[in-house]
């Protein structure tokens, strides 16, 4: 069976490295699923789950807030500033952060904090549906 190594990289730390058999994580353009054999591409990132299905068939599941995919002939790379492992993402703290970024939205004026805020917010929305959708898929 064909597999690809793929390693995930976070700002603080490595987070994967090992074989799969196939990744699949939000494109900028669309979900991307990347098989052994697929086309050079780098790509950037939009926050959701990366799934990586790994040779025995087991998937690792990652929240991944943005960043950048480098596919190379038999290498899958994703470079995040942030990546939590499935296991390690806390629903309550995604939305107690969203609801203390809300606010800070309403108390800033600068047009540059409230870009920052929003794009924060929109990963901190990302990252809560992806908790819930990950504890939904856990139940089945």
Not at 51 to 59: F, L, S
Not at 62 to 67: E, K, L, Y
Request: glycine residues 8%; proline residues 4%; without cysteine.
């Amino acid at each position: 069976m064909a597999t690809l190594h793929v390693d995930v990289v976070s700002a603080e730390e490595s987070i994967f490295a090992g074989t799969a058999t196939f990744v699949a994580l939000p494109g900028e353009s669309g979900e991307l699923g990347i098989l052994p054999g697929h086309t050079p591409l780098i790509s950037r990132i939009r926050p959701g789950t990366l799934k990586i299905v790994m040779d025995d068939g087991r998937e690792e599941l990652i929240f991944v807030a943005g960043g950048i995919l480098e596919v190379q002939p038999g290498t899958v790379t994703v470079l995040s500033d942030t990546a939590i492992r499935a296991a390690d993402l806390d629903e309550a703290k995604a939305l107690a952060a969203r609801e203390r970024a809300e606010q800070a939205l309403v108390d800033t004026k600068d047009k540059a904090s409230v870009a920052a805020v929003e794009a924060e917010l929109a990963m901190l929305a990302a990252q809560v549906a992806a908790a819930r959708r990950i504890r939904e898929m856990a139940r089945r």
